[in-house]
C-alpha cells in the first residue's frame, strides 16, 4: 500500500510539473512523507545510491556556503528546495523498483510534456493558455511572438521541452514498435514544434546536441543531414531581427550574457573556494555591476549560465563536485548502454544521456538548475538514471 501510494505520488509530481507548482508542492510533501515512513519501518530496503560521494559532497558544499552568504534567509530558502528536490529523488530512487515502474513514469513524463506542447499551440493560436490563461511574450520590435504555455517564461518552458525531447525522441526512434510508434512519433514532433515556438536558442541547441549525439553512437547519419537541414531552414526562415550580425537579437542577448558573467567570475574571484552563498546570486549582481550592464539595478537575475552561477554561489569546490557528478553518471549510463541486451534499458540509457546532454548544453545560456521547474526536472531525471543503473546492475556503485 505504501509503495502504491508513493508511486501514485511521484507520477503525480511528475504530470503537474509544468502545470501548477502548487500541486507539485503537495505531491513533494506527500512522497517525502511516504519515503520516510518507508525508511523509518524498513518496508523495504532501498537500493545503494550511485556515485555517492559527489551527490552527498554537492549537499554538503552548497551547506557550506552560506558561511558566505549576504542575505541567510535567501539562502535557506534555496537550502530548503535543495533539500526538497534531492529528497524526490530519493522517493524516485526507492519506489522503481522493476521495469514496469519506471515505464509507467517515463509514460507520465512525456504524455504531461505533450499536454503542455498542446497548450503551448493553443496559446499560440488564442493569445492565452489554457491552464493559467498565461499570455504570449510579444517583441512587437522582434515581429515574434514566444510560447510559454503554463510557464512563466518561454525559457523554462524551453529548459522543460528540451530534456523530455531527447526521450522522446530515442524512444520513438529505436524502441516503441507498431501504432504506439507513430502515436510517440507525432508527439516527438509536436514537441519539437511547440519548442521551436518557444525561440528558446539554448534549448534548440541542446536537442541539436543531443540529436548529433545520437547520431554519432547509432551511425544514423540521415540524422545528422536532418540537423543540417534544420539549420538551414532556421536560418532562413528566422527572422532577420534575430540573426542579423551583430546587431541580431540572438547575437546581442550572447554579447549581453558574456557581460553577466565577466560580473559573475568577480563574485567568484571574491570566494573562490565556497562561493557567495547559495541562492544569492542575484542579490550579489546587483552589488557588483555598473550602470550600463545588463539588468542594473532592475530586480535581481540568474546569471543565464548555471554553471558560472553555481561556480559563484557554492564555489570551485561544489562546482567540481557537480561535474564529478554528471561525469559519473554519464559513465555508468554508457556503460550500461554498452553491455545490456534489453532493449527497453539500452533505450532509455541512450536516451537519458542525450536528456542530460541537451540540459547541460541549454545550461551555457540558461541557468537551468536555478529555476524551480527546471531544478527539480534535474533531479528527477537524475532519480531515473539512478533507478535503471541500480535495477539494472544491482551494483552500489561508489
Known amino acids: 500500500m505504501l509503495n502504491r501510494a508513493s508511486l501514485y505520488s511521484l507520477a503525480f509530481i511528475i504530470f503537474f510539473l509544468p502545470i501548477y507548482n502548487s500541486y507539485v508542492s503537495l505531491g513533494i510533501g506527500f512522497a517525502i512523507f ?14 545503494g545510491l550511485i556515485l555517492k560521494w559527489p551527490i552527498f559532497a554537492f549537499l554538503i558544499l552548497s551547506c557550506l556556503s552560506m558561511l558566505n ?38 509514460s507520465i513524463l512525456i504524455l504531461s510534456a505533450l499536454i503542455v506542447s498542446l497548450d503551448g499551440f493553443w496559446q499560440y493560436l488564442t493569445g492565452a493558455d489554457w491552464f493559467s490563461f498565461r499570455p504570449l511574450m510579444v517583441y512587437p520590435h522582434l515581429g515574434i511572438k ?13 529548459i522543460y521541452l528540451g530534456a523530455v525531447i531527447p526521450i522522446s525522441f530515442s524512444l ?21 514544434f511547440v519548442l521551436i515556438l518557444s525561440f528558446a536558442p539554448g534549448a534548440a541547441f541542446g536537442v541539436y546536441a543531443a540529436i548529433l549525439f545520437f547520431a554519432c553512437v547509432k551511425r544514423e547519419w540521415r540524422l545528422a543531414l536532418f540537423l543540417i537541414l534544420g539549420i538551414l531552414l532556421g536560418y532562413f526562415l528566422l527572422p532577420e531581427s534575430l540573426t542579423s550580425c551583430p546587431n541580431g537579437s540572438l547575437f546581442q542577448t550572447i554579447f549581453g550574457r558574456i557581460k553577466m558573467w565577466a560580473i559573475a567570475v568577480k563574485m567568484i574571484k571574491m570566494h573562490p573556494i565556497l562561493g557567495i552563498g547559495l541562492h544569492t546570486f542575484g ?7 555598473m550602470p550600463g550592464d545588463p539588468f542594473c539595478g532592475s530586480g535581481q537575475p540568474y546569471a543565464h549560465n548555471m554553471y558560472v552561477q553555481m561556480a559563484a554561489e557554492i564555489g570551485l569546490l561544489g562546482f567540481f563536485s557537480f561535474i564529478a557528478l554528471i561525469a559519473g553518471i554519464f559513465k555508468k549510463l554508457w556503460e550500461v548502454y554498452r553491455t545490456t541486451e534489453e532493449e527497453f534499458i539500452q533505450t532509455l540509457s541512450l536516451g537519458l544521456m542525450g536528456s542530460f546532454i541537451a540540459y547541460l548544453a541549454h545550461g551555457m545560456l540558461e541557468s537551468s538548475l536555478y529555476t524551480s521547474q527546471g531544478a527539480l526536472l534535474f533531479w528527477i531525471l537524475l532519480g531515473f538514471s539512478v533507478s535503471l543503473l541500480n535495477f539494472k546492475t544491482g551494483v552500489d556503485f561508489q
Open 172 to 192: 520513438f526512434l529505436f524502441y516503441v514498435k507498431g501504432i504506439n510508434n507513430i502515436a510517440l512519433g507525432i508527439t516527438t514532433l509536436v514537441l519539437l
Open 34 to 47: 511516504c519515503y520516510l515512513i518507508k525508511t523509518a519501518l524498513a518496508f523495504k530496503r532501498g537500493p
Open 69 to 106: 552568504t549576504c542575505d541567510v534567509s535567501l539562502s535557506f530558502v534555496g537550502l530548503r528546495k535543495l533539500t526538497m528536490h534531492f529528497f524526490v529523488f530519493l522517493a524516485i530512487v526507492f519506489c522503481i523498483a522493476d521495469i514496469k515502474r519506471l515505464k509507467c513514469l517515463i
Open 283 to 289: 542579490v550579489n549582481y546587483q552589488k557588483f555591476c
Open 146 to 158: 514566444r510560447v510559454t504555455a503554463s510557464f512563466w517564461q518561454a525559457g523554462s518552458l524551453g
